[in-house]
């Protein structure tokens, strides 16, 4: 599969008009983070010479947690390190916390994090001073859509039910997010956008976890997320699922519609990768680059991807860079209509 559909992780996205980065917009030159491994610092010997933390920036139960431990896991059984990764949750304010916590480990090689690339990139476009310059990419590993549901009791069952009832009464269907900005925050922000008179009333959660919990227990409408949180409970029988935001239905719910075949152009993919620090030594990061394209390539990875519907597709230190920066534009517009950049 090509990234070409993806400048995004936003799908198809026509309607939707490049707008002004803000503050942390890259120059016209590549940032820091987009550059690949060999043009930074001279290496370090003997790495990794200790453990390596793997942080996650949400609680665990999420799809950040599950990758690190499948991640993990592959890397164990497989041998692939000398030395252990160890995973560290460090959840709140939408991954900030986290993000804060790996941005201030500068030079640090001992020291990654999971990243999705909608997530990871509007940490950057709000107030919270991170910028992409102090991380370093290492690698995208997989693709995974989204896909939304509701709860039992909801009469709610059609992509064309979700739309005529937020048309009808705007702001009273509820939909849980993770956070106020995530990739489920966008994707009603990229609906409310396409489709006159449509809007949706977003309440965030600390994590894919609690966004469950919510859903299952009927405290909200809808909920919009990555099949690998999702797909337990519709084959459980405890979920309705309602639509999926991919160019063609996902093999597993065949009966589901995709928004476009419902009349509504509105894709969205996800990238799932890792990144550390700024000013890591170039033989740190290679090595760490390299170990994570020995996890994609993994029987077990595949596995994992094939279970969650994703598609395993690696990209490199300086591609996931460049994908990166160039996805800041198309999420501005998008966090702008839904209030998460403030309009100037």
Not at 1 to 29: D, E, F, H, I
Not at 51 to 68: E, F, K, R
Not at 198 to 208: R, W
Request: hydrophobic share 40%; net charge neutral; with cysteine.
């Amino acid at each position: 599969m090509k990234r070409s559909r993806n400048l995004l992780a936003l799908g198809v996205l026509t309607a939707v008009a490049l707008g002004a980065l803000t503050a942390c917009q890259p120059s016209a030159s590549p940032p820091a983070t987009s550059q690949p491994a060999a043009q930074q610092q001279a290496p370090s010997s003997a790495f990794p010479s200790r453990a390596i933390d793997l942080v996650v920036c949400y609680s665990p139960g999420g799809g950040s947690g599950i990758t690190a431990e499948t991640m993990n896991k592959i890397i164990i059984d497989n041998k692939l390190s000398p030395q252990p990764f160890t995973i560290a949750y460090k959840p709140g304010a939408t991954g900030q916390i986290g993000w804060a916590y790996v941005a201030g480990r500068k030079g640090d090689s001992h020291t990654i994090a999971t990243m999705t690339t909608t997530t990871f990139v509007t940490a950057f476009l709000g107030e919270s001073g991170l910028k992409m310059e102090q991380f370093t990419p290492i690698g995208v590993m997989a693709w995974d859509e989204m896909l939304m549901v509701t709860h039992l009791n909801s009469p709610l069952k059609t992509p064309q039910d979700v739309i005529d009832a937020a048309k009808k009464n705007p702001g009273t269907v509820t939909v849980a997010t993770v956070g106020a900005g995530g990739s489920d925050a966008n994707i009603l922000g990229l609906i409310e956008m396409k489709v006159p008179g449509v809007k949706f009333n977003a309440i965030p959660f600390n994590s894919g976890a609690e966004v469950n919990a919510a859903i299952l227990g009927g405290q909200v409408d809808l909920a919009i997320s990555n099949p690998n949180e999702l797909l337990p409970n519709i084959e459980a029988g405890k979920l309705r699922p309602i639509t999926v935001f991919s160019d063609k239905r996902m093999s597993a719910i065949k009966d589901v519609p995709t928004m476009k075949e419902s009349g509504y152009d509105v894709g969205f993919t996800i990238g799932r990768g890792v990144v550390a620090p700024a000013g890591i030594p170039a033989a740190d990061a290679k090595w760490l680059e390299d170990t994570m394209r020995k996890v994609t390539a993994s029987p077990a990875w595949k596995e994992y991807a094939d279970k969650n519907m994703m598609t395993v597709e690696f990209l490199d230190s300086a591609q996931t860079g460049k994908y990166l920066a160039d996805l800041q534009p198309t999420l501005t517009d998008v966090l702008t209509h839904i209030g998460v950049i403030k309009k100037k």
